[in-house]
């Protein structure tokens, strides 16, 4: 499982929990100007925008799970297993490797309305990376500052969304995901009224009855409500460190602790990394299931006209700062 999230306050912010039971050994990867894109399929673009994201990266190239451009514009693929389905290649047609999804996108807009027209164009087709990484099975949310999108390609065709959220999670479609908000519209953070009986003398007994209701577990829908909640009614004051911490705290409604999610015998899925970029900036923020303090990436630190990738492995070990 895993959970994708928008924030604005002063700066737009992005980011996602990766929940699994083992990880492909990524990193944060940096894809200057330069860098030779090549695909799969022919298509062809020489320069293009900068991105800062986390891939695995394989023979140089980066296959990347979520990533911002420095034009703001920022994805995440997340699983939507049983549903994905992509096309065959076509002759004539655009067709892009759905591993290729993420960088053809954020190589070439600058904004969600250039993407959504970019997305118009494209076959998003099944060719796998190579037979040791088969065609994953991926929905994926594309947001900046003036909004966000889901894009679900189904056995149907391509489905993109408005999504008012920003918020994505995994299965079951996004329509249906957004639909079930609908039970839950009585939530609140305020304390509730006694609206069930009025021969009842019902009290509040406690803070945060507001919320009664919303699920606590760890299925694809209860996170979608759940960080839909925490991410709408969330409050923090604008600043760089006050944003970004109150980001991780919204994925943190979410994380998968350890123990709590068996997905085989004795093997659990947990939240291997949360991520957190300020789309402006180019800063990508992260922590691992290991290493709780946040740690920072900037995509001009390096030199962006450069040909060259730069990846840094994730920081896994925690650092405990002693007091005394
Ligand atoms: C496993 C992850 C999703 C985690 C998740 O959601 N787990 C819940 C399970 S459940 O849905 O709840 O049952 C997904 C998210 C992004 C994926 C990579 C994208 C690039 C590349 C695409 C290639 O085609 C195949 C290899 C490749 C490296 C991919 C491997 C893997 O697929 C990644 C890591």
């Known amino acids: 499982m895993c959970t994708a999230a928008t924030y604005q306050t002063k700066d737009f912010y992005m980011g996602r929990t990766l ?21 799969r399929h022919g298509l062809k673009n020489i320069e293009h925008y900068a991105m800062i994201g986390m891939a695995h990266v394989v023979e140089d190239y980066p296959l ?3 990533a911002v451009n420095e034009k703001g514009l920022g994805m995440a693929g997340l699983n939507f297993v049983g549903n994905a389905c992509y096309q065959e290649v076509k002759e004539g047609a655009v067709n892009v490797a759905q591993y290729e999804f993420i960088p053809w996108i954020l190589s070439q807009c600058a904004s969600l309305n250039e993407a959504k027209k970019l ?56 329509d249906k995901q957004l639909f079930n908000l609908n039970n839950y519209m009585s939530l609140s953070p305020k304390q509730p009224q006694n609206l069930f009986s009025k021969e009842l003398d019902l009290q509040t007994y406690s803070r945060g009855m507001g919320a009664l209701g919303l699920p606590g577990d760890l299925s ?33 409604s979410v994380e998968q602790q350890r123990g709590c999610c068996e997905v085989a015998d004795g093997k659990y899925e947990i939240t291997i990394y949360t991520s957190c970029w300020n789309s402006q900036k180019g800063i990508y923020y992260y ?21 060259q990738l730069t990846t840094y492995p994730m920081l896994d070990d925690e650092e405990f700062y002693e007091q005394n």
Do not use: C
Request: glycine share 4%; no cysteine; hydrophobic share 35%.
């Open 119 to 174: 997305i118009q164009t494209m076959n998003l087709v099944n060719t796998p990376y190579n037979e040791q990484l088969p065609v994953a099975s991926l929905h994926w949310i594309i947001a900046d500052q003036s909004g966000s999108i889901t894009v679900e390609s189904v056995k149907e065709g391509l489905n993109i969304y408005e999504n008012p959220v920003g918020v994505l999670a995994n299965n079951p479609s996004f």
């Open 220 to 252: 694809s829908m209860s996170r979608f409500v759940r960080v839909a909640f925490t991410k709408m009614n969330g409050q923090s004051r604008d600043n760089e460190r006050d944003s970004v911490n109150q980001f991780f705290h919204i994925l943190g």
């Open 19 to 39: 929940d699994y039971e083992f990880s492909y050994g990524e990193k944060i990867a940096i894809m200057p100007r330069n860098y030779p894109l090549q695909y």
């Open 287 to 307: 922590t691992t299931y290991n290493r709780r303090q946040i740690t920072a990436v900037n995509m001009h630190k390096v030199n962006l006209d450069a040909q």
């Open 64 to 66: 990347y799970y979520d």
